[in-house]
Every structure is written in structure tokens, then in C-alpha cells.
């Protein structure tokens, strides 16, 4: 069973910190996908990333892929109150039965 | 471009009732999926439609839930009877549903539902 273990699973901090995301697996995706959740919302897609290795930058959001496509990071620099909602990260198998298989989430907190 | 509907916003019932939740896709978009998500916890995928078909069902109990997307646009998701484990938010999304690449799925604002 494909699983994806995202850490921390709980993160509250003050405005202006940075942080980082943890998204871990011990199988191989062909693509994985950042999303964000904000409350009473769905989750919107911020970034795919494809390539092993591949950096992707999104203003104060930088995203990386590791190089043998098995985790990936999200780091967010002088955190703001908007960036709080959950973090989920979703990897795509690509194998017969494809799906998405998604993690488990992320839920930051940021305090003014 | 409109996103995706979901109806209704919230519900509450009892244990054993029977609930339904309705979902209409982005426009053109092939591919639709219902997920259940517990609070603060990741979508869990209870299946998933490729037009009018069923791709992947392997995660929805069967004994009480059942769905349908009759026209291959929008569909209903139904709970009978319910649980109270099945407290949780209904998320529909959508997808383009081209068969090679990485798809962008597109959520609706999903169903809260509270069974007591």
C-alpha cells in the first residue's frame, strides 16, 4: 500500500518565521502535487512538481522534489496569517490502477 | 468559469437517517470524484467517475453508500443509513479526464455533515 506521511502534523507559529513541510514516502511517484486548504473550503492546487530534483518557486512558497522522486518539502519564508489552512500533499503512482494517493495533511497555524 | 457545486452547505441528522449530496462538475470536465475527508485529516477517495463510468470504487462501503452520475455530468452521493462515524465532509472535485499526464483537480466548497 502507497502511503504518504507528511510532517509535522500540527505547526503553529508567529508572522514572520519560516517553516518547513515534510512529505515522505517510501514509493515512487511519476508526479506530486501541493495543495492548500483553507477553512470550510476544498483544497486548491498550488504547484506540481514532476522532475526529480525540480525546485518550484511560488512567491514566499518554495517547493522542492527529491531526487529520487520519494518526498518532497514546501518551505514557506516570513510566514503571513493568509498562508494558515491545511497543507496536503497528493502523489500521482502513475501505475495500472493510477490515483492520486494523498497525505494526511499539515494544519498551520499562523498568529499575528 | 464557474467551479464546482456541491449542495447542500451543511447537514445534520440522526444515526440509521438517509442523506444525499449533490455535486455539479466544472463544465466539459470528464472525470468527477466524491471524497470523504474527517476533520483535519487528507481527502480520502470514495470514488471516482469517468464520464458516465465507474473508474475506482474500491474505497466506498458499499453496504450504505452509493452514487451515481446517470447523464456523466453532475451526481449524487448517497449515505443509507447513516453512522455516526460518518460524521465528515463530502468533497466532490473534477478533472479534465485526459488519460496521460498529471491532472489538476478542482474541489468543490464540500458538504459538512454531522450525524448525531
Known amino acids: 500500500t502507497q502511503l504518504l506521511e507528511q510532517s509535522p502534523q500540527f505547526l503553529s507559529i508567529q508572522e514572520g518565521e519560516n517553516l518547513t513541510v515534510y512529505c515522505n514516502s517510501s514509493s515512487v511517484f511519476s508526479s506530486l502535487q501541493w495543495y492548500r486548504q483553507e477553512p470550510g473550503e476544498g483544497p486548491v492546487l498550488l504547484v506540481t512538481?514532476?522532475?526529480g530534483g525540480e525546485v518550484k518557486k511560488l512567491k514566499r512558497l518554495t517547493f522542492q522534489f527529491g531526487d529520487a522522486r520519494k518526498d518532497s518539502s514546501l518551505h514557506i519564508t516570513a510566514a503571513q496569517p493568509g498562508d494558515t489552512g491545511l497543507y496536503l500533499c497528493a502523489g500521482d503512482n502513475a501505475g495500472n490502477n493510477r490515483k492520486l494517493i494523498w497525505g494526511l495533511g499539515t494544519s498551520l497555524a499562523v498568529n499575528p | 468559469e464557474a467551479g464546482v457545486a456541491q449542495s447542500p452547505r451543511y447537514k445534520i441528522i440522526e444515526k440509521r437517517q438517509s442523506v444525499a449530496f449533490w455535486c455539479n462538475p466544472i463544465s466539459g470536465h470528464a472525470t468527477l470524484y466524491w471524497y470523504q475527508q474527517i476533520l483535519g485529516q487528507g481527502p480520502k477517495l470514495l470514488i471516482q467517475?469517468?464520464?458516465?463510468?465507474?473508474?475506482?470504487d474500491s474505497q466506498l462501503p458499499k453496504d450504505r453508500f452509493s452514487a451515481e452520475r446517470l447523464k456523466g455530468v453532475d451526481s449524487t452521493l448517497k449515505i443509507q443509513p447513516a453512522k455516526l462515524e460518518d460524521s465528515a465532509v463530502y468533497l466532490c472535485a473534477s478533472s479534465l479526464g485526459g488519460w496521460g499526464g498529471v491532472e489538476t483537480q478542482y474541489f468543490g466548497p464540500g458538504t459538512r455533515l454531522l450525524v448525531l
Open positions: 512538481v514532476v522532475t
Open positions: 467517475f469517468q464520464n458516465n463510468g465507474v473508474v475506482d
